[in-house]
């Protein structure tokens, strides 16, 4: 069991890591929501409060509930337009809760590296798509405050993914925020 809980902890810090989605407008018109978005952003927080994950071995599953919150930011995000292109610099920490049956069973910070995301975003209405080329993969983000000074999406989680070998589930919504620079 430690094992597969150092194996789900390793694969959640990597995804909160490498993972970065942002935002569009759901307030604005849509010209002028992509011209919102356009500039240099502060990551200041990250949160999943929701999040399953569901492990398989060897015929056993493992279903955990977990949460995590971001610290130590240092992160900025640039949105530019034409072309829509998005670069991502810095890190932060990730501090990871596991809990079975609403009893905490493990408690984790992960110090962060590099949060990288290098790609295109694109805005209809309140839905922001974020392209990330490093990852190879796209994400819709759900925009829900986008002002001269704040950007606040969210991402719903439903991946699964090969952790040594094993199918691995993740599920959540991961809400970030992001401050004008």
């Known amino acids: 069991m430690k094992k597969s809980t150092y194996l789900i902890t390793l694969f959640l ?8 989605k942002d935002d569009g ?7 002028s929501s992509a ?14 409060a929701d999040g399953k994950s569901t492990l398989s071995v060897q015929g056993q599953t493992s279903v955990t509930d977990y949460s995590s919150t971001g610290k130590n930011f240092a ?12 670069v991502s610099s810095g890190s932060f920490d990730t501090v990871i809760e596991m809990s ?7 408690t ?12 295109t975003w694109k805005l209809e209405g309140d839905e922001l798509t974020i392209t990330n080329e490093a990852l190879e993969q796209t994400d819709i983000a759900n925009v829900l405050t986008l002002d001269t ?7 719903n989680l439903n991946r699964t993914l090969q952790v040594s070998g094993f199918p691995f ?3 959540g919504t991961a809400v970030y925020t992001l401050k004008r620079k």
């Open 13 to 20: 810090a990597l995804t909160f890591i490498s993972c970065s």
């Open 25 to 31: 407008d759901s307030a604005s018109e849509p010209e």
């Open 35 to 48: 011209s919102l978005i356009a500039g240099d952003w502060d990551l200041t927080n990250f949160e999943i």
């Open 75 to 86: 992160s900025v995000i640039t949105f530019s337009e034409n072309p829509n292109t998005l």
């Open 100 to 106: 079975v049956d609403g009893v905490t069973t493990f």
């Open 108 to 119: 984790q910070v992960v110090p962060g590296e590099d949060y990288l995301v290098t790609g």
């Open 149 to 155: 000074t704040t950007l606040i999406f969210e991402i």
């Open 169 to 171: 589930e993740l599920e």
